[in-house]
């Protein structure tokens, strides 16, 4: 049996947005900690549009143009739409309900340190080896056996030549005591490319929803993470559900442990609070602190924390959930 996961660095243009709606985001929880955002963008060709809801108790005008400069420094034509919450959300909302429905799934498991699966660890961690070498766009992907041997690696970084990068797959695969030449190794597949970034490729906020989570061995059960506070569960609660799942692989000393948690709009009580490890479920409502607000305090989600979550994602790197 094997097992893929790739990831993307910050530089690629769908994790660009990611970090512009997470910068606008970092900025209003700065202002006021209060605040309701739903901030999604969309770049590409010399053009990004910043468009959603925020709501905010501040007379300062939001200095976007000069957030999205501070994440893109090249010229880019931004047009911005961004209205209020709509009063008909807000209201299940300020009385302590969900701000929207929707399940959220929380992994973890004993393969590595960070707790999340191996071949997702891999991949993520050589990305990072890879771009602290050279800050580009670029993407890498893991395959792995049964016995989490790594089988095969793509990767591919912008303005780095192949005899450059095959270099750096082979000082990691050293670095991690593997023996490179017994892993297919496919640097720049389809050749060395120059043109990247907003460049090359439209971008989305979102749309890396599989490297924001465990890889495509988890299911994923919320919408997108980046861009929205708190009050949407879809962020905080799967925030809560990865600390539960580390929480109880400990306390049952499983391999491997998914958590479940889901919500109505506007509704307190989550509509299913259980744990599993593949062959038993068991519910963890009375043992952790479920509802919104519960969440939003025990985290100490009002902060402007979530620039970094856009990064490297938001488990294993020692956010507040993972610890």
């Given at each position: 049996m094997y097992r893929t996961a790739e990831?993307?660095?910050?530089?690629h243009p769908d994790k660009i947005c990611d970090r512009i709606s997470d910068r606008i985001l970092d900025y209003c929880l700065d202002l006021d900690p209060n605040s309701r955002v739903a901030v999604e963008t969309m770049g590409g060709h010399g053009f990004i549009n910043v468009n959603g809801e925020v709501t905010i108790n501040t007379e300062k005008e939001l200095p976007i143009n000069d957030l999205v400069k501070e994440v893109v420094e090249d010229d880019y034509r931004i047009q911005v739409k961004l209205v209020q919450q709509s009063p008909e959300i807000g209201r299940g909302v300020?009385?302590?309900?969900?701000?929207?429905?929707?399940?959220?799934?929380?992994?973890?498991?004993?393969?590595?340190?960070?707790?999340?699966?191996?071949?997702?660890?891999?991949?993520?961690?050589?990305?990072?080896?890879?771009?602290?070498?050279?800050?580009s766009d670029g993407k890498t992907q893991v395959t792995i056996d049964e016995d989490h041997n790594i089988v095969a690696i793509v990767c591919s970084f912008q303005n780095l030549t192949y005899d450059e990068l095959h270099r750096l797959v082979y000082e990691w695969l050293e670095d991690k005591g593997v023996n490179p030449n017994s892993v297919a190794r496919f640097c720049n597949p389809a050749g060395d490319w120059e043109q990247g970034g907003f460049d090359a490729d439209a971008g989305l906020t979102g749309r890396k929803l599989v490297v924001d989570n465990y890889g495509p061995r988890v299911p994923i059960g919320g919408g997108a993470y980046s861009g929205k506070d708190p009050s949407k569960v879809d962020r905080s609660a799967a925030y809560m559900a990865r600390h539960i799942a580390k929480k109880e692989l400990i306390r049952k000393g499983c391999s491997e442990v998914w958590v479940y948690l889901s919500y109505g709009i506007g509704m307190k009580e989550p509509l299913q609070s259980t744990a599993t490890d593949g062959e038993t479920y068991w519910d963890i409502s009375d043992a952790y602190p479920v509802h919104p607000n519960e969440i939003i305090d025990f985290l100490?989600?009002?902060?402007?924390?979530?620039?970094?979550?856009?990064?490297?994602?938001?488990?294993?790197?020692?956010?507040?959930?993972?610890?």
């Open positions: 990831f993307v660095s910050p530089k300020d009385t302590g309900g969900a701000g929207d429905q929707g399940i959220m799934v929380g992994y973890a498991c004993d393969e590595n340190d960070e707790m999340v699966p191996q071949e997702y660890y891999l991949a993520r961690d050589l990305c990072r080896y890879i771009y602290n070498v050279w800050s100490d989600l009002k902060k402007p924390i979530y620039y970094k979550t856009s990064e490297w994602g938001a488990y294993g790197n020692g956010f507040k959930w993972d610890k």
